[in-house]
């Protein structure tokens, strides 16, 4: 796994914090990569024993990484900007 969304000062809330800051919304958990509407990119918040991390899933591989059924750890499923997650997330560059 790769691309993480940075929320400095933040280790935990990161969710509530991609909505407020960023439009991000919450929704049910995917089952598809492709689930994303057009132009929206998938955030996975999740839950660590010390902090939260926000996985952005780039590709179909990324996606399915945050998705293992081995991961038993709490996730929070967000959509935002494509372009956005992109760049806070530094993936791309």
Do not use: Q
Request: proline share 5%.
């Amino acid at each position: 796994m790769g691309f993480y969304i940075k929320t400095p000062g933040h280790t935990s809330g990161k969710a509530d914090l991609l909505v407020a800051d960023h439009g991000a919304t919450i929704i049910e958990t995917p089952t598809n990569f492709d689930e994303a509407p057009e132009g929206k990119g998938l955030v996975c918040v999740v839950v660590n024993p010390l902090f939260e991390a926000a996985g952005y899933c780039f590709d179909e591989r990324e996606f399915e990484a945050f998705t293992a059924t081995s991961d038993d750890r709490p996730k929070t499923w967000l959509t935002m900007d494509k372009a956005l997650a992109g760049s806070l997330s530094g993936y791309g560059k």
